[in-house]
């Protein structure tokens, strides 16, 4: 299995004030998968990702990706296996500010040794013709393509999303569903996708379920709808 995520525990504060966030966690990715983890706010799937994304470490359990443990790795070998593996999609896009649309995206492309064409990349973002403005000049859609672009170019292992379409409306989550649905069937990047909004779990392979820290559900989607077809 690709990614595989072992009795994962993990707890923030000390004495009375400790509160434990994940609970045991079992689960597994396939490579190129596309994966939601559903959950009201507290349920740990933020934690969760962060914690596959090397950002966080687990109190107990393992993950590994292609056989890799996280924890065996040195804080080099870390870095370098977040640069190599991952590519991040905030809520806020995080955009280099005196940066131009294409300039932030190269700055991912730089982190790369197979990174993809940057041309290519803009057409299919709906950004070549916006490359050469700075992202105050942009609207939250057109910002959080950017930050989608920087994070693919890389062409990562994984794509790790937080809550991406969290500050954008109605028709612009759409357009940003459609994109990151278009780069996993293009280039086969495996997506973790977390998220509140149930409706988008109808467009992912597996669905998890979290709450208070543990799987409450874990399945493949039979019947996988795409995009254009979410309605919430």
């Known amino acids: 299995m690709f990614l595989e ?7 923030f504060g000390t004495g009375e004030s400790r509160i434990e966030v994940l609970k045991g966690l079992d689960m597994e990715i396939g490579k190129g998968e596309f994966c939601v983890l559903l959950g009201p706010s507290g349920s740990g799937k933020s934690t969760l990702l962060n914690i596959i994304g090397g950002i966080e470490s687990a109190d107990e359990g393992s993950i590994s990706i292609e ?7 040195t804080e080099k070998k870390l870095s370098q296996y977040r640069r190599k593996h991952l590519g991040y999609i905030f ?16 700055v991912g492309a730089y982190l790369s040794d ?3 064409d940057v041309d ?8 070549t013709d916006h490359q050469k403005k700075l992202p105050n000049q942009l609207s939250g859609g057109q910002q959080q393509r950017t930050a989608i672009g920087r994070a693919i170019v ?7 999303c937080d809550e991406p379409t969290g500050a954008l409306d109605y028709n612009t989550s759409k357009e940003i569903l459609k994109l990151i649905e278009t780069v996993n ?21 597996r669905v998890v379920k979290l709450r208070d820290g543990m799987i409450r ?3 493949l989607n039979e019947h996988k709808i795409p995009v254009v077809d979410l309605d919430w």
């Open 5 to 11: 995520i072992k009795d994962i525990h993990k707890s």
């Open 67 to 73: 056989g890799e443990y996280l924890a065996d790795m």
């Open 217 to 219: 559900k874990n399945y």
């Open 154 to 160: 890389k062409n990562p292992d994984i794509l790790l």
């Open 185 to 205: 069937l293009k280039y086969g990047n495996t997506v973790v996708m977390v998220t509140h909004n149930d409706a988008i779990k109808d467009m992912a392979d």
């Open 91 to 106: 809520q806020m896009y995080n955009l280099i500010p005196n940066l131009t649309v294409r300039e932030n995206i190269e």
């Open 114 to 116: 197979h990174a993809l």
């Open 120 to 127: 290519e990349l803009l057409q299919i973002l709906g950004l």
